[in-house]
Protein backbone atom coordinates (compact mmCIF):
# COMPACT_ATOMS: atom_id res chain seq x y z
CA UNK A 1 0.00 0.00 0.00
CA UNK A 2 1.34 3.83 -0.98
CA UNK A 3 2.21 5.52 2.27
CA UNK A 4 2.86 9.56 2.64
CA UNK A 5 6.26 10.28 2.60
CA UNK A 6 5.74 12.48 5.99
CA UNK A 7 7.15 9.48 7.87
CA UNK A 8 10.03 8.23 6.31
CA UNK A 9 11.04 11.54 5.82
CA UNK A 10 11.08 12.77 9.45
CA UNK A 11 13.09 9.24 10.22
CA UNK A 12 15.23 10.24 7.79
CA UNK A 13 15.80 13.44 9.24
CA UNK A 14 16.33 12.00 12.58
CA UNK A 15 18.36 9.29 11.44
CA UNK A 16 20.54 11.06 9.65
CA UNK A 17 20.14 10.13 6.42
CA UNK A 18 18.21 10.58 3.16
CA UNK A 19 15.33 8.81 1.03
CA UNK A 20 15.83 9.27 -2.69
CA UNK A 21 13.12 10.24 -5.18
CA UNK A 22 13.76 8.88 -8.27
CA UNK A 23 11.49 9.73 -11.09
CA UNK A 24 9.87 7.44 -13.11
CA UNK A 25 8.44 7.27 -16.76
CA UNK A 26 7.51 3.68 -17.44
CA UNK A 27 6.83 0.21 -16.62
CA UNK A 28 10.21 -0.72 -16.57
CA UNK A 29 11.38 2.02 -14.40
CA UNK A 30 9.08 1.53 -12.04
CA UNK A 31 9.49 -1.55 -11.78
CA UNK A 32 13.96 -1.62 -11.63
CA UNK A 33 13.26 1.25 -8.34
CA UNK A 34 10.57 -0.70 -6.78
CA UNK A 35 12.66 -4.20 -6.94
CA UNK A 36 15.96 -2.21 -5.67
CA UNK A 37 14.11 -0.48 -3.38
CA UNK A 38 12.94 -4.09 -1.94
CA UNK A 39 16.36 -6.05 -2.44
CA UNK A 40 17.84 -3.68 -0.03
CA UNK A 41 15.01 -2.55 2.35
CA UNK A 42 15.01 0.84 1.67
CA UNK A 43 12.34 3.14 1.86
CA UNK A 44 11.37 5.07 -1.37
CA UNK A 45 9.37 7.80 -3.05
CA UNK A 46 8.11 7.70 -6.75
CA UNK A 47 8.50 11.10 -8.68
CA UNK A 48 6.52 11.58 -11.68
CA UNK A 49 6.72 15.03 -12.98
CA UNK A 50 3.64 16.62 -14.68
CA UNK A 51 5.25 15.57 -18.20
CA UNK A 52 5.77 12.06 -17.35
CA UNK A 53 2.41 11.35 -16.08
CA UNK A 54 1.15 12.38 -19.27
CA UNK A 55 3.37 10.84 -21.00
CA UNK A 56 2.26 7.26 -19.11
CA UNK A 57 -1.30 7.87 -20.17
CA UNK A 58 -2.05 10.05 -17.36
CA UNK A 59 -2.14 10.21 -13.07
CA UNK A 60 -4.70 7.15 -12.79
CA UNK A 61 -2.92 4.78 -15.30
CA UNK A 62 0.27 5.27 -12.72
CA UNK A 63 -1.54 4.97 -9.49
CA UNK A 64 -3.12 1.63 -11.09
CA UNK A 65 0.84 0.45 -12.39
CA UNK A 66 2.55 1.35 -9.05
CA UNK A 67 -0.35 -0.18 -6.57
CA UNK A 68 -0.37 -3.25 -9.16
CA UNK A 69 3.33 -3.39 -8.76
CA UNK A 70 3.41 -3.40 -4.72
CA UNK A 71 0.63 -6.33 -4.84
CA UNK A 72 2.07 -8.35 -7.30
CA UNK A 73 5.39 -8.08 -6.65
CA UNK A 74 5.41 -8.42 -2.84
CA UNK A 75 7.26 -4.89 -2.25
CA UNK A 76 6.74 -4.34 1.46
CA UNK A 77 9.36 -1.79 1.93
CA UNK A 78 7.07 2.05 2.30
CA UNK A 79 6.61 3.51 -1.08
CA UNK A 80 5.57 7.02 -1.66
CA UNK A 81 3.67 7.99 -5.05
CA UNK A 82 4.92 11.62 -5.25
CA UNK A 83 4.00 14.72 -7.73
CA UNK A 84 7.12 16.13 -8.96
CA UNK A 85 6.65 19.99 -9.41
CA UNK A 86 3.29 20.24 -9.47
CA UNK A 87 1.14 22.91 -10.64
CA UNK A 88 -1.84 24.28 -8.73
CA UNK A 89 -4.37 22.13 -11.30
CA UNK A 90 -2.30 18.70 -11.18
CA UNK A 91 -1.91 18.87 -7.36
CA UNK A 92 -5.95 18.72 -7.10
CA UNK A 93 -5.88 15.97 -10.17
CA UNK A 94 -3.10 13.51 -8.48
CA UNK A 95 -5.10 14.36 -4.97
CA UNK A 96 -7.67 12.65 -7.06
CA UNK A 97 -6.30 10.10 -8.67
CA UNK A 98 -4.96 8.66 -5.57
CA UNK A 99 -1.27 9.80 -5.04
CA UNK A 100 -0.01 9.50 -1.94
CA UNK A 101 2.35 12.91 -2.10
CA UNK A 102 2.09 15.97 -3.94
CA UNK A 103 4.66 18.57 -4.77
CA UNK A 104 3.35 22.32 -5.25
CA UNK A 105 5.83 24.47 -7.06
CA UNK A 106 4.88 27.81 -6.70
CA UNK A 107 8.38 29.46 -6.90
CA UNK A 108 7.21 31.28 -9.71
CA UNK A 109 4.31 33.06 -7.72
CA UNK A 110 4.79 36.15 -5.91
CA UNK A 111 5.37 35.00 -1.86
CA UNK A 112 2.29 36.54 -0.86
CA UNK A 113 0.34 34.23 -3.91
CA UNK A 114 3.04 30.88 -3.31
CA UNK A 115 1.11 31.21 0.44
CA UNK A 116 -1.84 31.32 -0.36
CA UNK A 117 -2.05 28.92 -2.63
CA UNK A 118 0.34 26.56 -0.48
CA UNK A 119 -2.31 27.26 2.69
CA UNK A 120 -5.25 25.86 0.51
CA UNK A 121 -3.14 22.92 -0.87
CA UNK A 122 -1.90 21.95 2.59
CA UNK A 123 -4.98 21.69 3.78
CA UNK A 124 -6.17 19.80 0.98
CA UNK A 125 -3.95 17.03 1.13
CA UNK A 126 -3.88 16.41 4.75
CA UNK A 127 -7.26 15.93 4.29
CA UNK A 128 -6.24 13.19 2.55
CA UNK A 129 -3.52 11.78 4.49
CA UNK A 130 -0.88 13.06 1.77
CA UNK A 131 2.05 14.61 1.71
CA UNK A 132 2.95 17.95 0.57
CA UNK A 133 6.81 19.59 -0.89
CA UNK A 134 6.98 23.06 -1.08
CA UNK A 135 9.53 25.00 -2.92
CA UNK A 136 11.30 28.23 -2.66
CA UNK A 137 13.81 29.73 -4.69
CA UNK A 138 13.55 28.71 -8.05
CA UNK A 139 15.93 25.12 -8.93
CA UNK A 140 18.14 26.30 -11.75
CA UNK A 141 18.23 23.79 -15.28
CA UNK A 142 15.29 22.36 -17.19
CA UNK A 143 13.32 19.52 -16.80
CA UNK A 144 9.88 18.99 -18.96
CA UNK A 145 9.89 22.20 -19.45
CA UNK A 146 10.25 23.77 -16.16
CA UNK A 147 12.95 26.07 -16.69
CA UNK A 148 14.36 27.66 -13.39
CA UNK A 149 17.16 30.00 -12.82
CA UNK A 150 19.55 28.54 -9.93
CA UNK A 151 19.07 30.78 -7.25
CA UNK A 152 19.81 30.35 -3.59
CA UNK A 153 16.58 30.82 -1.72
CA UNK A 154 16.01 33.32 0.99
CA UNK A 155 15.73 32.08 4.16
CA UNK A 156 13.11 33.90 5.92
CA UNK A 157 10.71 33.04 3.16
CA UNK A 158 11.78 29.40 3.96
CA UNK A 159 10.08 29.67 7.32
CA UNK A 160 7.37 31.60 6.25
CA UNK A 161 6.57 28.26 3.77
CA UNK A 162 7.61 26.08 6.36
CA UNK A 163 5.40 27.58 9.23
CA UNK A 164 2.38 26.85 6.41
CA UNK A 165 2.59 23.34 7.52
CA UNK A 166 4.22 21.47 4.82
CA UNK A 167 5.71 18.57 5.35
CA UNK A 168 9.10 18.95 3.68
CA UNK A 169 10.76 21.58 2.00
CA UNK A 170 12.55 22.08 -1.71
CA UNK A 171 14.94 25.17 -1.33
CA UNK A 172 17.28 26.01 -3.59
CA UNK A 173 20.80 26.39 -2.75
CA UNK A 174 22.62 26.68 -6.25
CA UNK A 175 21.12 22.86 -7.39
CA UNK A 176 19.86 22.96 -10.63
CA UNK A 177 18.68 19.51 -12.58
CA UNK A 178 19.62 17.56 -15.19
CA UNK A 179 23.89 17.81 -15.71
CA UNK A 180 26.03 20.07 -14.03
CA UNK A 181 27.74 23.31 -16.25
CA UNK A 182 31.96 22.42 -15.92
CA UNK A 183 32.14 26.22 -14.27
CA UNK A 184 29.21 25.32 -11.61
CA UNK A 185 30.45 26.42 -8.17
CA UNK A 186 28.91 23.65 -6.04
CA UNK A 187 26.37 23.90 -4.02
CA UNK A 188 25.54 26.76 -0.85
CA UNK A 189 26.05 25.02 2.32
CA UNK A 190 25.64 28.61 4.09
CA UNK A 191 22.72 29.35 2.62
CA UNK A 192 21.24 25.57 3.65
CA UNK A 193 22.70 25.72 7.19
CA UNK A 194 20.64 28.97 7.40
CA UNK A 195 17.91 27.68 6.29
CA UNK A 196 17.70 24.99 9.03
CA UNK A 197 18.69 27.58 11.54
CA UNK A 198 14.85 28.38 10.89
CA UNK A 199 13.22 25.26 10.12
CA UNK A 200 13.99 22.88 12.41
CA UNK A 201 13.17 19.38 11.98
CA UNK A 202 11.56 19.89 9.28
CA UNK A 203 12.86 17.46 6.21
CA UNK A 204 15.07 19.51 3.59
CA UNK A 205 14.60 18.33 0.20
CA UNK A 206 17.41 18.38 -2.77
CA UNK A 207 16.70 18.82 -6.03
CA UNK A 208 18.66 18.03 -9.26
CA UNK A 209 20.50 15.10 -7.41
CA UNK A 210 22.13 14.09 -10.58
CA UNK A 211 25.70 14.95 -10.63
CA UNK A 212 26.10 16.18 -7.15
CA UNK A 213 29.60 14.91 -5.64
CA UNK A 214 29.03 12.39 -2.92
CA UNK A 215 30.96 14.46 -0.48
CA UNK A 216 28.49 17.29 -1.23
CA UNK A 217 25.69 14.64 -1.14
CA UNK A 218 26.97 13.56 2.78
CA UNK A 219 27.41 17.68 3.90
CA UNK A 220 24.46 18.06 2.85
CA UNK A 221 22.75 15.30 4.66
CA UNK A 222 24.51 16.45 7.86
CA UNK A 223 22.69 19.78 7.54
CA UNK A 224 19.17 18.33 6.89
CA UNK A 225 19.01 17.31 3.94
CA UNK A 226 16.66 14.41 3.85
CA UNK A 227 14.91 13.93 -0.04
CA UNK A 228 17.10 13.84 -2.40
CA UNK A 229 15.66 14.07 -6.01
CA UNK A 230 17.35 11.55 -8.91
CA UNK A 231 15.81 11.93 -12.60
CA UNK A 232 18.37 12.48 -15.28
CA UNK A 233 20.93 10.25 -13.87
CA UNK A 234 19.04 7.22 -14.36
CA UNK A 235 17.98 7.98 -17.93
CA UNK A 236 21.65 8.75 -18.62
CA UNK A 237 22.48 4.77 -17.42
CA UNK A 238 19.09 3.79 -19.15
CA UNK A 239 20.14 5.21 -22.60
CA UNK A 240 24.12 3.92 -22.04
CA UNK A 241 22.76 0.63 -22.12
CA UNK A 242 20.13 0.32 -24.31
CA UNK A 243 23.60 2.05 -26.99
CA UNK A 244 25.29 -0.91 -25.67
CA UNK A 245 23.33 -3.31 -26.90
CA UNK A 246 22.34 -2.39 -30.87
CA UNK A 247 26.57 -1.34 -30.66
CA UNK A 248 26.53 -4.86 -30.13
CA UNK A 249 24.00 -5.81 -32.50
CA UNK A 250 22.40 -7.78 -29.72
CA UNK A 251 18.76 -7.11 -31.48
CA UNK A 252 19.84 -8.53 -34.54
CA UNK A 253 21.08 -11.98 -32.61
CA UNK A 254 18.20 -14.77 -31.57
CA UNK A 255 14.68 -13.10 -30.68
CA UNK A 256 16.83 -10.23 -29.59
CA UNK A 257 14.09 -7.71 -31.11
CA UNK A 258 11.69 -9.05 -28.41
CA UNK A 259 11.11 -5.63 -26.61
CA UNK A 260 11.49 -7.61 -23.51
CA UNK A 261 15.54 -8.15 -24.39
CA UNK A 262 15.79 -4.70 -25.96
CA UNK A 263 14.91 -3.18 -22.52
CA UNK A 264 16.82 -5.48 -20.38
CA UNK A 265 19.84 -3.90 -20.30
CA UNK A 266 18.60 -0.59 -19.80
CA UNK A 267 16.53 -2.49 -16.63
CA UNK A 268 19.56 -3.63 -14.90
CA UNK A 269 21.27 -0.13 -15.38
CA UNK A 270 18.61 1.71 -13.59
CA UNK A 271 18.91 -0.51 -10.58
CA UNK A 272 22.79 -0.14 -10.28
CA UNK A 273 21.98 3.56 -10.00
CA UNK A 274 19.15 3.15 -8.19
CA UNK A 275 21.28 0.78 -5.60
CA UNK A 276 24.57 3.24 -5.86
CA UNK A 277 22.21 6.32 -4.69
CA UNK A 278 20.40 4.82 -1.96
CA UNK A 279 23.87 3.32 -0.31
CA UNK A 280 25.31 6.69 -1.01
CA UNK A 281 22.07 9.03 0.79
CA UNK A 282 21.97 6.09 3.79
CA UNK A 283 18.66 4.40 3.61
CA UNK A 284 19.40 1.03 3.25
CA UNK A 285 18.11 -0.97 5.57
CA UNK A 286 15.76 1.34 6.54
CA UNK A 287 12.78 0.57 5.57
P1 LIG B 1 18.04 15.54 -11.84
O1 LIG B 1 17.38 15.23 -13.15
O2 LIG B 1 19.11 16.57 -12.00
O3 LIG B 1 18.53 14.33 -11.15
O4 LIG B 1 16.94 16.23 -10.91
C1 LIG B 1 15.82 15.51 -10.50
C2 LIG B 1 14.86 16.34 -9.74
O5 LIG B 1 15.21 17.24 -9.01
C3 LIG B 1 13.44 16.03 -9.87
O6 LIG B 1 12.64 16.99 -9.27
Redesign the pocket.
Known sequence: MLVSATEMLNKAKAGHYAVG?F?INNLEWTKAILLTAQELNSPVIL?V?EGAGKYMGGYKTVVGMVNGLLEEQKITVPVALHL??GSYDHCYKCLEAGFSSIMFDGSHYPIDENVAKTTELVKAAHDKGVSIEAEVGA?G?E?DGVIGKGECADPNECKSIADLGVDFLAAGIGN???KYPENWEGLSFETLDAIQQLTGDLPLVL?????IPADMIKKAITLGVAKI?????CQLSFTAATRKYFEENKDQQGKGYDPRKVLAPGFEAIKATVKEKMELFGSVGKA
Do not use: F, L, P
Not at 229 to 233: H, I, L, R, S
Open positions: QNGSDHIGEIHGHGGTGNVNTE
